[in-house]
């Protein structure tokens, strides 16, 4: 029991304390996968319902490296199979080694109450069951969003993936459920052979609103194309594999190498370096006929793989990305040769990161206008998650010539 919870503490502790991305923690090597697996997204999953229940019976507060053991305990208690008596013997064991002898009774008192402890009302209630701030929740209804729309969409089984340079037809014409995709890739039930096919470089797992940010420009074959925040190089190395002729950066030097290592895998060539987005490179400027712009964001297009989205989320947050947004697409309009093309995408759904940030890039660039890509708003189009598509807004701009 004791090697299960460390481990599971430590992968979950990775999310909740330290900032990684679930889906990155995920690709670690875990002796006891599927339990690590299932409590660490099943906590962040209710990260606002198990926090409320903390706080209710905790009102003093929690310090944060006990609060991940006692967050990861509460729902082993309520979603798992463990027995009661099992698991809080082994937390309350766990966490005196972790935190000292003290703090046994507190631990054991309040996993022994939490199942007693009435359900949340009112915004608590709502917080809890769409796992997110009250911030985000109105922010969604501001926008004319149904928040349980973008906050809990549809669940869906099935991958979506493309066939790369080395894949051919015949590698994947047995696998269950396969459909052609809008955005020219497929989709299909889960299956083992999907692993070593990627992996190979046969196909790559690619999400169909990644590929459309791409598909907006139209032909790229022997086009200079410039992909600004590019890690971990999906976008970049299908645009390679379209003929373009790509600069992929990154701002973090371990991203780039990310980048060389996807393309790598792929069998393609691009020039990867590190740069950060917000600062003009003078080399860059005039210098390429497609710019793309994947910026930072909230992320709440993606939260069916990214439940950790809305965690440690503060009401200042929508503001400070939207600065960010609109720095890095100020810098990378300069980067667009005469009559070249621009793509600015986020996956979120927020007008603050969408429509409001070409409106007021527009309002200050006259030489950009909107050109139309299956285009559903004033601004670009919005892709709304649904189990199958992620959220995603992808706005493709030309610059005059």
């Known amino acids: 029991m004791e090697e299960i919870l460390r481990e599971i503490y430590s992968a979950l502790d990775d999310v909740l304390r330290k900032g990684a991305y679930i889906n990155i923690v995920f690709n670690g090597e875990f002796e006891h996968r599927s339990q690590v697996t299932f409590v660490v997204k099943g906590t962040v999953e209710h990260y606002f319902e198990l926090t409320y229940a903390l706080e209710t019976l905790a009102p003093r507060g929690v310090k944060p490296a006990l609060k991940t053991l006692m967050l990861g305990a509460m729902f082993m208690l309520k979603y798992g199979s463990v027995p009661d008596y099992a698991l809080v013997n082994g937390v309350v064991a766990l966490a005196g080694k972790m935190f000292g002898q003290g703090v046994k009774g507190f631990v054991n008192a309040v996993l022994k109450k939490f199942k007693t402890l009435p359900p949340p009302v009112g915004i608590k209630k709502e917080e809890a069951d769409l ?14 969003f149904d928040p349980a729309a973008v906050l809990r969409p549809p669940v869906n089984d099935n991958v979506h993936f493309r066939l790369g340079r080395k894949g051919k037809q015949d590698d994947i014409k047995d696998l269950k459920g396969l459909t052609p995709s809008e955005a020219g890739g497929w989709f299909s039930k889960p299956d083992p052979r999907l692993k070593k096919l990627n992996a190979d470089g046969a196909i790559t797992f690619i999400s169909p609103s990644s590929m459309e940010c791409v598909n907006a420009f139209g032909d790229i074959k022997g086009k200079r194309y410039l992909d600004l925040c590019a890690a971990p190089g999906g976008k970049a190395v299908y645009a390679a594999e379209k003929g373009a002729v790509v600069t992929a950066a990154d701002i973090y030097p371990h991203r780039v190498d990310l980048i060389k290592a996807y393309a790598r895998r792929m069998g393609l060539r691009l020039d990867a370096c590190a740069n950060d987005a917000t600062k003009i490179k003078n080399e860059w400027i005039n210098a390429f006929d497609c710019v793309a712009t994947d910026v930072p964001c909230m992320g709440l297009g993606v939260i069916s793989y990214r439940p950790d989205t809305t965690i440690n989320k503060r009401p200042g947050d929508i503001e400070s990305i939207v600065g960010v947004q609109k720095a890095i697409l100020n810098t990378a309009c300069k980067y667009v040769a005469p009559g070249g093309k621009l793509v600015y995408s986020t996956c979120s759904v927020l007008k603050a990161e969408t429509e409001e940030v ?44």
């Not at 796992?131 to 004319?144: K, Q, T, V």
């Not at 206008?369 to 189009?381: A, C, H, Q, V």
Request: glycine share 8%.
């Open 131 to 144: 796992n997110a701030p009250e911030f985000i929740i109105r922010a969604l209804e501001r926008d004319g």
């Open 358 to 401: 070409i409106k007021a890039f527009l309002q200050h660039n006259g030489d950009f206008s909107i050109l139309s890509y299956k285009n559903n708003t004033e601004y670009g189009r919005l892709i709304m998650p649904d189990g199958m598509w992620d959220g995603f807004f992808v706005c493709l701009m030309e610059k005059d010539k």
